[in-house]
């Protein structure tokens, strides 16, 4: 029955979000072609301000795509449980466990699309021949600065950490989105409007735990404090690697417990209006 509900979700959210991110697509290649001058030849003035039209028009909607989804993401989860579509739900022979492992899973599906997506769609409207060029003569300068050529395959370890720290990061963010839906319900009235009060008190206070934390531990100071003992100039990628390490720490426990919460709350705390 999980595999059915997981088809289901996905389907549901097929219908809107390839189609969000096929035009984000077709914008990142025609904003490329303008890029280089395949559409316009203009010059001087009028070719710089359409450039920067073009520009912030793109960053608008890679950050409207990104919001776009996620907010899709909760609609779905919110009309499929809460909703006079929950009545119906809830009839199914599944569990609310079920429930929250099907939207966790096809929505983190989704959040992981979205960010290879968006990073795909940046790429090729940023890696120009002219970019490309640049990049492989000073490349030994570029990775300098970060320290990357004074440590025997650091730039690898970082990326894999990275990839890491991003896939739990979307779990976290889907997490937090159902987490607040799911408190949002608790209100006995507008439950919608409770739904986004929650999400922006959880991230605050998140956000405030979390830099509390690396204030506490010295997160903060450590990437530097043997630099500055030994009289030597920090290394960003120390710094680097241990805002990773804890971020994904941080991520994951948080990660585990907006799911204990969520389920807890799906189970034994929400009844439909």
Not at 145 to 163: H, P
Request: hydrophobic share 55%; charged share 10%.
């Amino acid at each position: 029955m999980l595999s059915k509900l997981i088809k289901y979700d996905m389907k549901a959210l097929n219908r809107f979000l390839i189609i969000i991110h096929c035009f984000l697509m077709v914008f990142a290649v025609l904003t490329r072609f303008f890029l280089t001058g395949r559409i316009t030849d203009l010059e001087g003035k009028t070719n710089g301000i359409l450039l920067a039209l073009t520009i912030i028009l793109y960053v608008i909607l890679i950050i409207g795509v990104t919001f776009g989804t996620y907010i899709i993401i909760g609609i779905h989860f919110y009309q499929n449980l809460f909703s006079n579509e929950g009545y119906l739900s809830r009839t199914l022979p599944v569990t609310c466990g079920q429930h929250l492992l099907s939207k966790t899973i096809t929505g983190s599906v989704w959040g992981f699309i979205d960010t290879a997506l968006v990073m795909a769609a940046m790429y090729i409207t940023i890696a120009t021949p002219a970019v490309v060029s640049f990049y492989q003569e000073n490349r030994a300068e570029f990775l300098g600065i970060w320290g990357l050529n004074e440590y025997s395959g650091s730039f690898t370890i970082l990326i894999l950490f990275f990839v890491l720290s991003l896939i739990i990061d979307v779990l976290s963010n889907i997490l937090m989105l159902y987490a607040s839906i799911a408190l949002g319900q608790l209100f006995s009235g507008h439950r919608i409007l409770g739904a986004v009060v929650m999400y922006f008190v959880l991230t605050t206070l998140l956000s405030l735990f979390a830099f509390a934390v690396m204030l506490i531990f010295g997160i903060f100071n450590n990437a530097f404090a043997s630099s500055l003992i030994n009289d030597v100039s920090p290394n960003p990628l120390d710094f680097l690697s241990h805002s990773l390490a804890f971020g994904t720490v941080l991520s994951f426990i948080l990660t585990v417990a907006l799911y204990i919460v969520t389920y807890f709350l799906m189970k034994r705390k929400i009844n439909l209006a």
